[in-house]
Nanobody, 123 residues
């Protein structure tokens, strides 16, 4: 599986941004998908994940109520809709794919990674 993340950019605090991750391959619907982020000097964290059907999701506490993860298996794409963005959301965001686990929040269990897209929130 090859993953291509897009949609990052510069946004003001409080604004919205939607990230997309397009996957290659015919088995996209078999993978749990996750969005991770890493800010300079900080550890990578799982922001959100969604299982193969979209029926089970996870959100980090920092993302709850502001971010929504979704997927369109017909388009081989997973999305991260972000709203009410804060300065501390500034990071490189990565999408990742995990095969075999319905609920995956640790980066170590993800099999494939996209190249990352920069999100910068400014005041």
């Amino acid at each position: 599986v090859q993953l291509q993340a897009s949609g990052g950019g510069l946004v003001q605090t409080g604004g919205p941004l939607r990230l997309s991750c397009a996957a290659s391959g015919r088995t996209f619907s078999s993978y749990t998908m996750g969005w991770f982020r890493q800010a300079p000097g900080k550890e990578r964290e799982c922001v959100a994940s969604i299982n193969w059907s979209g029926g089970r999701t996870y959100y980090a506490d920092s993302a709850k109520g502001r971010f929504t993860i979704s997927r369109d298996n017909a388009k081989n794409t997973v999305y991260l809709q972000m709203s009410s963005l804060k300065l501390e959301d500034t990071a490189v965001y990565y999408c990742a794919a995990n095969y075999g686990e319905d609920y995956a929040t640790s980066g170590s269990v993800y099999d494939y990674w996209g190249q990352g897209t920069q999100v910068t929130v400014s005041s």
